[in-house]
């Protein structure tokens, strides 16, 4: 129960370092940032095995952040478990920086992948994972991808690849918060029923509440859901969460609060004006 | 420019029920006066640039003008064997309208960028291939657009472009502008680096060199003519792109010096085989990147005093 708490408030603690580093750094993607943090924290904290020691070991599991436009969640872990130093998130988005605003692998460290582009995370991942069968490593390889990110046809192409190859050393995450950057994905282009897809597609889906921290890791502790298949977690999270005018609102997207709006936003997540 | 863009692509919709608005979860508020307008003529493709090109290619074989809009960096790169494909083997009608150009989505990074997509579709056959310097500019390239039958690729930057041109300002398809002479150095540019150049050509002024500046807003078809006299003129070359020197600008360039055997001396600047690195603002990148004015402005001194 301690651990739970104790994690409770990081995620806590790393809601408030998005909203802090994005609205210092001028420019940024909140609501889908803030939809991951308990997804982060469950993997990070307790899940996998990668510290700031051992980013470079063969051995270790790999974290795949396919929607890059949230990157300042990651950011804000990686630097909280020590993987770079915590000056380096006032950074953000300056000139000169490591941190901008999609992860790039070459600069950071602990980052396992460049994305920015969507849909280019899972078949990364799923070489991974197709190597690390090839060479006998008990890694496990987790990428996070956005619910708008599925209607790219790569990430179909590496489902049905990874089902193929019965990678089940792959976890594949959806933040389903149904939003894309214009609109709910509903009024765009549907992809439910999500779950069936996936299923049909060769996969073992589970769904979680995505801002359960318990759940998710319990979820994870379980894995591979079945020996032979790719596993996925259908995380249901609210986009923007802890924001409450932020929260299942489009606009928000890629847009900046006003002085008015930074005030209620900082009461909320419960950050001591400046 | 986007702005300029969209507001010519409206009036074009109003007089031509041909014309299609497509996007890939891309352009929110800015196309609402559009979808208000022409409901049925909006489509928004979700996160899928490739299908939105091979859709939009289907569209075109049936008679529809589809102006296929997104970030240029996704839209060229993704869908590039649509383009290939789809739209140029085939000789379709279709408009692909990148926003972005350059590394104007300055802390995005690398994946946001387009510096190489010039080069890309300028090698493909039967593209022509616009690169507007500000808002005037891009309106009449979107009317031509409209008015060329087969692939067009247009790069603009982002919203909020300063204004080079006055109202009047003729347009023509492949003919270069001089927007300032001078005989001491020809500087061949395009897109809103333009700007830039400007800045730099009044400084080069400053220190008693005049330089000719040239706006080449087609790169495809390129203006040979007006390369030629500019080169026969100066003898010294200058081509300033935010894009790679690579296949875009500067190659487009060099090629018709080279095969019309004029001797200049040459300088291509640009990013010279590298992502564009650095982050911060557009005026940070620029700087970062060696394309500032004070960047070109030594740049240009030192190609006029090779040997
Ligand atoms: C290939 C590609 N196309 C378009 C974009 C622009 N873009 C960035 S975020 C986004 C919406 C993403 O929606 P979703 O995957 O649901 O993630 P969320 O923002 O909801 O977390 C879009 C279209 C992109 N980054 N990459
Ligand atoms: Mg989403």
Redesign the interface.
Known sequence: MDKMNHLINKAEAIRRSIFKIICEGGGGHIPASLSIVEILVALYYEILNVTPQTISDPGRDRFILSKGHACVSLYAVLADLGFFDKSELDTFGRSGTILGGHPDMLKIPGVEASTGALGHGLPFGTGIAMAGKMDNRDFKVFVVMGDGECQEGSVWEAAMFAAAHRLDNLCAIIDHNRLQAMDTLDNIVPISPLADKWRAFGWHIMEADGHNIKELIDLFSTLPFQTGKPSMIIANTIKGKGVSFMENEPIWHYRMPNGQEMRVAYNELGIEPQ | MRNAYIDALYELAGRDCRVLAL?A????IVYDKFRAAYPGRFI?????E??MIGVAAGLASCGKVPFAYTIA??LTM?AFEQIRNDVCMQRMNVKIVGIGAGFV?S??????HATIDMSIMRALPGMTVFSPSGPIEARKITKEAARIDGPVYIRLSVGGSPEIYEAGYEFETGKGVILRDGGDAAIFTTGSITTEVLKAHGELKNMGINARVVNIHTIKPIDKDLIIDSVSKTRAVITVEEHSIIGGLGSAVAEVIAENGIAARFKRIGLNGVFAG????YD??K??NGLSANAIVRETIDCINKN
């Open positions: 996007v979860d891309n352009g929110a928004n493709f979700g996160i899928a490739a299908n960096s996704f993704r989505y802390n995005l990074g690398a994946t946001h650095g982050y911060g603002t940070d990148m700087e970062r």
